[in-house]
Nanobody
């Protein structure tokens, strides 16, 4: 069973930074991609950033230039460095992993950005 555990969320002032981490464990069958999504109150879950097994990266337009996704070589950790945070970045952030058998999600970590 695959488990994803996020950490690093919290309360930060606008303009501040946070780094989220996601630890991956369990039986994984060929990782295709790892990434971060977020869900703000009253809104649908949306893509933040993904990094594929070949290293290619995709960012949502709203976070380009401010957020940086990375992972370790073993693909057991995925991170997102979030800089220049804005109140509209407030959301629950979810770690996601896609392997050959499907998608897996963490429980989420709350990021609150105060103005």
């Amino acid at each position: 069973q695959v488990q994803l555990v996020e950490s690093g969320g919290g309360l930060v002032q606008a303009g501040g930074s946070l780094r989220l981490s996601c630890a991956v464990s369990g039986r994984i069958y060929g990782i295709n991609a790892m990434g971060w999504y977020r869900q703000a109150p009253g809104k649908q879950r949306e893509l933040v950033a993904t990094i594929r097994s070949d290293g290619s990266i995709n960012y949502a337009d709203s976070v380009k230039g401010r957020f940086t996704i990375s992972r370790n070589n073993a693909m057991s950790m995925v991170y997102v460095q979030m800089n220049s945070l804005k109140p509209e970045d407030t959301a629950v952030y979810y770690c996601n992993l896609e392997d050959s058998k499907g998608h897996y999600w963490g429980e989420g970590t709350l990021v609150t950005v105060s103005s």
